[in-house]
Each structure stands twice: as structure tokens, then as C-alpha cells.
């Protein structure tokens, strides 16, 4: 039934190599965002990527750009204000989410309604990536994989009780900082593959699915990446052959994953 | 020279005073119980020997280093805060967990050595939220020994423990106390634990009732009696004495 050629074509080993480098990224970002209870956030940011691909095309800046400026900087200004407020980390989400699509709404409004490339950034167009999409790629998931090597630990130990944590010496709030932009960075990038509304998924999914497992921090994170990039492979292969959304088709098997892993786990492993 | 000076310390949260004009010392090798109400000011007393509060006015020093100025010193103290509820998900072995602490370049050996000591090597691939209550203490107990401390501090470290767990626990602490050298410092509302296991006795409620030797304060009862008047809330628990 499948063409065997199908890794032949160009675009189709762009969606590949994009795709399993951004699937990558996500989760090992994304499963530090869980263990702090922060599985919204990541949500939260997209939305305020949207406000800023609004301000771009309103402005006729380069989208992208507009994105990581403003997703970075309101998440560093939230992060400040929950740690000198004390306030709820989900009511500081809610306000980006909403700040987020308030500006991109009121922009697009100005801009009289949705072009095509809203479009792509909201629900993702993977299969369109270009060689010069895959250049900050790239260079993000360097980034972000090795500044996740080299503070690991110290991400796990804040994630696991910042308080400890501030005491053993580790500068939390520096920390938390570099953390924010990381993950803005990872979901900027990212947004090609699946989409702003999507993204979350990508980056929530696989790693609740690895911890139904009880293992240990390496053994999860195994198993999460294992997810994620297998429910990218096979929806970017699916979604050419059944002409169907890459971006949904990547959500649905991830989530198929989950609740997979769910049975299995309540009523086989128990 | 004692190890730990507290000086005239003083704390204010929202214009309510915490602490006031709290001053004792802490030599080398003892094992200090702290002991009062809930609301006393033990926590914070220890957040700000901790580092973690810094707006106290008074100082404290920790090798005649004042702790403001010397952030280092920090490393050499292990901190067991009030038992929090651990997440049962959390993917962390005992192993892992204790290896958070483990300094670069470290041989990953002194980890499983330490969970011997701590009777724990046994554990050491389960998940930490899975243990028991008495064993999680004992995992933290563990991380702080990987870097070696010259003072550990523990805030009310057996609630919520069965009487065996504690029993466990405080001749866990007793050891690190004399084989190890390890001074302790741990709040607790268990007056007839602080009488077994302690050398020396602190009370306080706000203000500091009393310093000094264990003997000096449970033989007089006039401090018991005062103490308990000021507290109120001393709980006293049936000890295996």
C-alpha cells in the first residue's frame, strides 16, 4: 500500500528531520515543565506567540521575531511578578493566555482577518518546512539540549523543592529565568510542527504518559521520547498518505499513547 | 569559638514581630533540641540561619563568618525542612535523589556508601515517593550527607512518624552525631525525645526562654513549669524511655 519512496522526497525528509528534532526539544523541556506543575505554561506562551506573529504581520516584521521578543519578554515579566507577588503560578498563566490572544485578536482585527501564514503558525504546516526553517531548528534544539545537560540536575533538584534547592546554593531565580527563555525558545521554533493551539500537547502529553510508568527519572524520559517521536514519524508518514493535518494527526496518536498506556497500566501492570 | 553565634536576632513579617532579640551559641558536636509552640518562631529561626530569610536584624555567624557576607558556608549545612507531602509521581529513585547533591566529579560510590549508612541501600532504585514516611526522611537525610555537612538542621522532623520510625530516626541522628561528628540542630515538639537525645535544650516562643544543658533545664521544674505556661501546646508524646 505505501509507496516505498516516500523518504525520498525532500519535503518529506525536512517534516522528518524537523519534526524528530523538535519532538526531542519538547519533551525533554516539557518534562520539567510537568514536574514543576507548570504543564499550562507552555500553553500560555504560544498564546503569547500568537499576540506577537499578530504584531509582526501588523508591523510587516518578519513573524518569528516579533514571537520570541514578546513571548520572552511578558514571560520573564510574569515570572518576576509571580515570585515577588507569591501569587498562583495558573492565575499568572490565565493572564498570559489571555493577554496573549487579546493582542493577536485586536491585531488581526486592524489587519482585516486571518491571513494564510496565521494560519500556518495557529495549526502548524510541517510539511512545508523549508531548508531555511530547519536553520533555528537546529540551533535551538543545541541550545536548549545542552544547557538541559549541563543543568540538569539543578533543574530536577528546583523542580523537586525549590526551597532545598536555594539553600544547597543553586541560584533558583537565575535559574528560573533561563528555564522561562528555554522554553519560550523551544515553543517559538516549534510552532511550524504543530501549530500554537497544538503545542502544548506535544510538550505535555508524552511525558504524563512515561510517568503512569512510576520509573525513575531517566527510565521516564526515555519512555516520553520514545512517545514523541514515534507519534511524529508515524503522523508526518499517516498524514501524507491519508492526506489528513499533520499537527492533528501527531496530537491524536500522542494521546492515543496516553490512554494506551493508561489500560495497560490500570488494568494489565497493576 | 562556638560553631553557630546567633546575635541579638530580631524578625518582623508584615509588622508582626517573629523573633525578638534572640541571642544563644552552638559549639562543635552538640545535638541541640529546639523546642516550642507552633507559631514560635523555629522555622524562621532556621530560615534565617538558613540563608533564606536575609531581613533579620542582629547577626549570625557560622565559623565566626557572618552568613550574610559568607554564602559558602551554606553548603556545609544539611537542612531537613518540615515533612512535605512528596509527590507519589515524582520520577526519582532514592538513588537519583541523593545523587542531586552529589558534587561535580564526584565518584558515584560515596552515594551508595551513604545509603548504607542510612540503611537505605536496599531502596535505592525505588521510587522516592513510594516509600514510607520514615524512610523519605532518611533519603533526605541521606542528600544533605553528600556534600559532607558540618551542621544539619531538622524542622520537626518526625511528624507524622510512628513511634518505631522516630526511634529509628533519632538513633540515626545520634550517630551522625557521634561517629560522624555532625552537629545537630532540630526543633521538635516531642519534650521527652529532646530529653533522650539531646545535650543541650532551647526554648523558645518568639524570645529565648532558655539555653543551655539538658540536665540544667529537665531538672528544674520551675523551667519546665514556665516554659509549659509559656507555650500552652507542648505536646507530650508517650516515649519508648
Known amino acids: 500500500m505505501f509507496e516505498v519512496d516516500i523518504f525520498s522526497y525532500g519535503f518529506i525528509q525536512r517534516a522528518l528531520f524537523s519534526g524528530l528534532i523538535i519532538a526531542i526539544t519538547c519533551t525533554v523541556i516539557g518534562l520539567f515543565l510537568v514536574l514543576k506543575r507548570q504543564s499550562l505554561f507552555g500553553d500560555a506562551i504560544s498564546h503569547m506567540a500568537f499576540g506577537g506573529i499578530a504584531i509582526g504581520t501588523f508591523l510587516n516584521i518578519y513573524p518569528v521575531w516579533t514571537a520570541m521578543g514578546f513571548s520572552i519578554v511578558t514571560a520573564l515579566a510574569i515570572a518576576k511578578m509571580r515570585q515577588s507577588t507569591k501569587l498562583p503560578s495558573d492565575s499568572m498563566v490565565a493572564i498570559m493566555l489571555s493577554l496573549g490572544l487579546g493582542v493577536g485578536v485586536t491585531l488581526v482585527s486592524l489587519s482585516n482577518g486571518f491571513s494564510v501564514d496565521l494560519f500556518s503558525f495557529l495549526f502548524g504546516s510541517i510539511l512545508l518546512v523549508s531548508v531555511q526553517d530547519l536553520y533555528p531548528i537546529i540551533i535551538v534544539a543545541i541550545i536548549v539540549v545542552s544547557m538541559i545537560i549541563l543543568y540538569y540536575k539543578k533543574f530536577l533538584y528546583i523542580a523537586f523543592d525549590e526551597e532545598q534547592a536555594k539553600i544547597s546554593g543553586i541560584d533558583v531565580e537565575k535559574l528560573n529565568y533561563l528555564f522561562t527563555i528555554l522554553v519560550a525558545i523551544t515553543i517559538i521554533v516549534s510552532m511550524k510542527l504543530v501549530g500554537i493551539l497544538l503545542i502544548s500537547s506535544l510538550i505535555v502529553i508524552p511525558n504524563v504518559t512515561a510517568l503512569l510508568f512510576n520509573q525513575g527519572f531517566k527510565k521516564t524520559l526515555l519512555i516520553s521520547l520514545s512517545l514523541s517521536t514515534f507519534s511524529v514519524f508515524a503522523g508526518v508518514i499517516l498524514s501524507y498518505y491519508y492526506n489528513l493535518a499533520p499537527s492533528g494527526i501527531i496530537v491524536l496518536l500522542s494521546a492515543s499513547g496516553f490512554i494506551f498506556a493508561y489500560i495497560l497500566k490500570t488494568s494489565i501492570l497493576k | ?241
Open chain 2, 1 to 241: 569559638m562556638p560553631l553557630v553565634s546567633v546575635q541579638s536576632v530580631s524578625y518582623k513579617y508584615n509588622s508582626e514581630s517573629v523573633l525578638e532579640n534572640v541571642s544563644f551559641d552552638i559549639e562543635e558536636g552538640d545535638f541541640l533540641g529546639i523546642i516550642g509552640p507552633n507559631g514560635a518562631g523555629k522555622t524562621t529561626l532556621f530560615h534565617c540561619m538558613l540563608g533564606l530569610l536575609n531581613s533579620y536584624s542582629g547577626r549570625i555567624t557560622i565559623l565566626n563568618q557572618d552568613i550574610k557576607k559568607y554564602k559558602k558556608i551554606f553548603k556545609k549545612i544539611g537542612y531537613i525542612p518540615q515533612k512535605k507531602s512528596i509527590d507519589q509521581k515524582f520520577p526519582l529513585t532514592v538513588e537519583e535523589l541523593v545523587s542531586l547533591s552529589l558534587p561535580r566529579n564526584t565518584s558515584k560510590n560515596i552515594v551508595l556508601e551513604i545509603l548504607k549508612q542510612v540503611r537505605l541501600f536496599t531502596m535505592k532504585d525505588k521510587i522516592i515517593g513510594q516509600l514510607s514516611g520514615g524512610q523519605q526522611q532518611r533519603v533526605l537525610i541521606a542528600k544533605a550527607l553528600v556534600n559532607n555537612p558540618i551542621i544539619l538542621i531538622l524542622d520537626e522532623p518526625t511528624n507524622e512518624l510512628d513511634p518505631k520510625s522516630q526511634n529509628d530516626f533519632y538513633s540515626l541522628l545520634k550517630e551522625l552525631n557521634e561517629k560522624n561528628k555532625i552537629t545537630i540542630i532540630w526543633s521538635s515538639h516531642d519534650m521527652d525525645a529532646v530529653n533522650k537525645y539531646a545535650n543541650k535544650v532551647s526554648c523558645i516562643n518568639k524570645r529565648m526562654f532558655f539555653h543551655g544543658d539538658k540536665g540544667e533545664f529537665f531538672s528544674s521544674e520551675d523551667n519546665i513549669k514556665n516554659y509549659s505556661e509559656s507555650t500552652m501546646q507542648i505536646h507530650m508524646h508517650s516515649h519508648d524511655l
